[in-house]
């Protein structure tokens, strides 16, 4: 049994509590996603939490160990890799050393018994595609890392897969490649009208590629949305640390009204916003640190605190200061500070959001 | 980089040229001997003849001897890659239970000195009638081979990414293609490699062979030292042919092995093998 | 896209699979470990099996008596018992020699330069003179009236020519030659894999090259060492036909492969042969865990060199 893979669409991917487990260490935890087809899914977690994992059960490189994947209502995780009709790109490519450029990219089409003609134009004009023409006949030892990156994009999308995987296709970029091949990655995407999963560890090269992120930790899934539901309404206290929420205040609630709740944090009190009923009695303010500004006077949710560090970024200074309980406050402000001020700084509560500690 | 300056250096490096010297003067007594008419006690003999290479090479039926020799090296090679190959594979891509154990297995024909499961082994081999033969004399050889090739082609497998295995499957090779396609042509170098140090092992190998060759199944090794052996029968310089003959070829293919094997190499090796 | 001709049905939610064959590739185990077979029935039938049954021949002795008669034998009679003393007085300085002689020179040949490749190729060209060359080109070129003898006559060092064969050195000088391009080529190779940079940041702290050599590349080299130790050892230990040809058989090189081989096939007594070649196993598996505990002390991790 085989499944065509030419010129693919599918209308949705279910992977259905899909598990993975090593020994007795789970990786992968019922993991429930259903990808549209043309949809761009990212995969997000820090490093180890289960991302490869989740990719290569999807690919079929590694067996599951519980639940099921459904294409349109039928089963493929019974299938081996080459059957499934998906792409890769690797970390770090997996590139096949021993052949050229033409030769790396062709070896899909030929695997399929693709005709010479054919195999030949649809490499050229793949390899157009990624700008790789006057490379096609070197091996991969001899390109740079970003001309290996793009073979081994050509080299997954020349079969016009169903769903193309890729597996922090940029890590191994340097800064300004890595913009580059972002938006490269993106316009193909778009052009070629493909499905894509893409795993990452950065969460704003997720922000930037994705119509869905799944937010991963340790094999759990913690938050499956839209880039601005995540950015903006972070699940939970690990997903807001994720999503650049890097002050965590320790608080105690004092009062819940709605999704309104109010927190105390030594003396003061600040206001904040739950978006699930908070239970707890301890709680963390979470903030970022280009949402706090600097205050003139005393005012609702202000605290006062030592500068420490500051750093230029041009415009911007980031600036870590102490506050009176000896919890450091993180902050991107215009305003010129330096070492050793005492500075009254402003967290507006609409952008203040309040997790139970164990959330 | 300096390589001569210390007093250290100097007296390494004296070391070495007083064992190189008298190194050449060791072959060259023997390849001397083996040409001269007769040379007792004096400083160079007293006549040079090729003779001695022509009796050898009919007393002691030297082509007989150099064709069982060809078919014992070539079908031990060949033998100890298609079964050690397989196993450095499953070696070196999965974890299991009993791994240590298996690998303690292969290791231990290695570390063991041949006599010591040579001897039960042809004990073993005359009990089945298969000692004397040239199969037998194969299979001790196999013995310690196949785990040669076992213990050096599993670092060789290792530093091969499997993510390009897992790439060709993403590109719709099944297992033949991803071993014909993929593996094979990344594999040639360490085959090669293992081969060769197989064949240069198996030539000079003389306490297995010795145990189980009879007449007729005998290697080079073994009928030089039979003819040393029996050194009174048989002039001095004729048993010298011979051991000259031996090193020459045993020379061809260490030369041979040193284009395909980086010497310093031998234990941790290129990450990428060259396109 | 095409419908496949038989899709499996759709399990309903709560449903598994049974997963025997999932549990166990979790564990590793697979279709690849097929590939095993022929290899591990190889080493059962042609190594294990003929181990194990020389091991119960040795229980069963020809001239009767208890099992361990064979045993109580080879302990009992001197002539048998020294040769294991006889075996190890020449193994391990052959091996040591081979192994310390190695370290400098390897030490001074790391990094490229010109003619390395050559240099290293005459040094393990030994390897292709095989026992028997060694044998005949000592005999006759340390023999009384060889080369070197009338080159110590001819300098004054000695008047009388100097007996280097047909004894324990004859047998030494041809483990070492046979050992050493050996243990040089795996000195080489794990001293290649150390990173050099390791050395530079030891000198950019100030130590001296004594000192980088005790406190960095010793101690990284030293697992290989061990390594090394043992197989030149294996080697060394199972010396025998130069202890024919250039030792004194029946005397001070009688060594235990000899009355091993002697007693099996001279004497066809196999259950003897067999003991003793056990005994021979039993004495090598000793050195070997000796020297393997000494290197589980050491730090056995990464090298950091190019591969
Ligand atoms: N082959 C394996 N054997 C055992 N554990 C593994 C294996 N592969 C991954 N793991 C474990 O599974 C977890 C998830 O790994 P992975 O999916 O590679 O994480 P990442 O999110 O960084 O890609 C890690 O804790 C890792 O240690
Ligand atoms: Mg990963």
Known sequence: MSVSTEGGAFAELRLDRVRRAFGEHVALRDLELTIKGGEFVALLGPSGCGKSTALNCLAGLLPLSGGQILMDGRRIDTLPPEKRGFGMVFQNYALFPHMSVRRNVAFGLAMRGVARAERIRRVDEVLRLVQLTEHADKFPAQLSGGQQQRVAIARAIVLEPWLVLMDEPLSNLDASLRLEMRNEIRRLHQSLGLTTVYVTHDQEEALALADRLVVLRDGVVQQVGSPEQVYAHPANRYVAGFMGYRNMIPATVSEVDGDLVAVDVGEVTLRGISRDRITENSAVAAIRPSDVSVADREGENTL??????????????????????????????????????????HLPPERLLVFGEHS | MRLVGSPGAWLVWGAVAFFLVNLFGLVLAVVVNSFSVQWFGTWWPNGLTTDYYASAWQDLGLLDVLVVTGQVALAVVALSVLIGVPTAYALARRNFPGKRLVTVLFLLPILLPPMTYGIPLATVLYKFDLAGSVAGVIVANLVPSVPFVVLTMTPFIEQIDPRIEAAARMCGARTLSVFTRVLAPLLVPGILAASILVLVRTVGMFELTFLTAGPGSQTLVVSLYESMFSAGIRAQQAVDAVAVIYTGSMLVLLVIALRFVNPTQLVTRLKEPAP | MTAPTTAPPVSPPGERPPGIAHRLAERGIDRVLLLLVPGVVFVVVLFAYPVLYGLQLSFQPEEGGGPFANYERFFGDPYLRDTIWITLRLAVPAALFNVLASIPIAYRMRGAFRGKRVLTTILVVPITLGTVLTAQGLISYLGPAGWFNKILIGIGLTDEPVRLVNNYWGVLFSLIITGFPFAFLLTLSYLSGIDPTLEQAAATLGADRRRRFRHITFPLLAPGLAITFCLTFVLAFSVFPSAYLVGLPQGETRVISIVAYESAFRDTDYPLGSAIAMVMALVMLVVVGLVLVWRSTMYRGATGGKG
Request: proline share 7%; charged share 25%.
């Open chain 1, 304 to 345: 006062r605190g030592q500068v420490e560090i500051v750093e230029y970024h041009g415009r911007e200074q980031a600036v870590q200061a102490r506050l009176p309980g000896g919890v450091p406050l993180h902050v991107r402000t215009r305003s010129r500070l330096a070492p050793g001020d005492s500075v009254l700084f």
